[in-house]
């Protein structure tokens, strides 16, 4: 069983930041590629960003790279969101799943925690 649980969301003005937070309960996320999705009211799940298992490998969709950094801390067991100079458009609730970079894109995931909020609003 995967169990996944994201923290850090909230409410955050226009070019201001936001770090969100996914830890695993139950087992080590250091063995999975690790993607955060989001979906915002009205369209598709899309991957934004993701972490590689074997390298630490990182990639991002192209509406946040450059302001988005993913990153992993294996002693505390979760991987990490920094989101800076959010814009209203990256309103969503954001989930940290299991899946492979190679597929994360398309919004394909293994396993996904609840999600949290963030809404970018001034």
């Known amino acids: 069983q995967v169990d996944l649980v994201e923290s850090g969301g909230g409410l955050v003005q226009p070019g201001g930041s936001l770090r969100l937070s996914c830890r695993g309960n139950?087992?080590?996320?250091?063995?999975?590629?690790i993607g955060w999705f989001r979906q915002a009211p009205g369209k598709e799940l899309e991957g934004a960003s993701c972490?590689?298992?074997?390298?630490?490998?990182?990639f991002y969709e192209r509406s946040v790279k450059g302001r988005f950094t993913i990153s992993r801390d294996n002693a505390k067991n979760a991987v990490y969101l920094q989101m800076s100079s959010l814009k209203p458009e990256d309103t969503a609730v954001y989930y940290c799943?299991?899946?492979?970079?190679?597929?994360?894109?398309?919004?394909?995931?293994?396993?996904r925690g609840q999600g949290t909020q963030v809404t970018v609003s001034s």
């Open positions: 799943a299991t899946t492979s970079c190679r597929i994360y894109y398309s919004g394909a995931y293994y396993s």
């Open positions: 139950g087992f080590t996320l250091d063995g999975y590629d």
């Open positions: 972490i590689s298992s074997n390298d630490d490998s990182t």
